[in-house]
Antibody, heavy 112, light 110 residues
Framework: EVQLVESGGGLVQPGGSLRLSCAASGFNFDNYWMNWVRQAPGKGLEWVANIKQDGSEKYYVDSVKGRFTISRDNAENSLYLQMNSLRAEDTAVYYC?????WGQGTLVTVSS | QSVLTQPPSVSAAPGQKVTMSCSGSSSNIGNDYVCWYQQLPGTAPKLLIYENNKRPSGIPDRFSGSKSGTSATLGITGLQTGDEADYYCGTWDSSLSAYVFGTGTKVTVL
């Protein structure tokens, strides 16, 4: 079965850090750019970052530049998002996304 | 604030047709392929249309996409109650070096 499964979400205090993981299965993971997309409660979709197949190119939305780092391990079919200096406005469901598939999402809540 | 503009809502009776627009600029829609996503209530989004007008396996041909210049359109024919969802367009913006989503359109089946 083709799927993406996120993990690592939770409650974190402002200024804290969290690392999200995404496990891919059922398709050739290293053939695709991979993305993180988030959705704040009751809001629309916001693209966060993406990474090229070999990890040589990475792009970020302005609001997370310098705070978030996207990475991947093709040997482990895994995608990661290291989130530092978290803010209340980072509270959202974070989705792992390939060209055709979305994961079920993991909730990140930034609150004291 | 999104760079892609969609109407907040559209509605029609069961069996009818709806269309929704996605308006952008030369740096995004005018420069790259457009995708459309469907988000049913309480669920993760799903890819509906890619490369302007292609449907992934399993997506019925009731759903269609088109692009002209700096705008794109999603059409749904034979509207069903199960089509009630939020629909988002998306594309790469070369000026921002970022993927951008539309503001989203809520489809209501009357």
């Amino acid at each position: 079965e083709v799927q993406l499964v996120e993990s690592g979400g939770g409650l974190v205090q402002p200024g804290g850090s969290l690392r999200l993981s995404c496990a891919a299965s059922g398709f050739n993971f290293d053939n695709y750019w991979m993305n993180w997309v988030r959705q704040a409660p009751g809001k629309g979709l916001e693209w966060v970052a993406n990474i090229k197949q070999d990890g040589s190119e990475k792009y970020y939305v302005d609001s997370v530049k310098g705070r978030f780092t996207i990475s991947r391990d093709n040997a482990e079919n895994s995608l990661y998002l290291q989130m530092n200096s978290l803010r209340a406005e980072d509270t959202a469901v974070y989705y792992c996304v390939s060209k055709f598939i979305w994961g079920q999402g993991t909730l990140v809540t930034v609150s004291s | 604030q999104s760079v892609l503009t969609q109407p907040p809502s559209v509605s029609a009776a069961p069996g009818q047709k709806v269309t929704m627009s996605c308006s952008g600029s030369s740096s995004n829609i005018g420069n790259d392929y457009v995708c459309w996503y469907q988000q049913l209530p309480g669920t993760a989004p799903k890819l509906l249309i890619y490369e302007n007008n292609k449907r992934p396996s399993g997506i019925p041909d009731r759903f269609s996409g088109s692009k002209s210049g700096t705008s794109a359109t999603l059409g749904i024919t034979g509207l069903q109650t199960g089509d009630e969802a939020d629909y988002y367009c998306g594309t790469w913006d070369s000026s921002l070096s970022a993927y951008v989503f539309g503001t989203g359109t809520k489809v209501t089946v009357l």
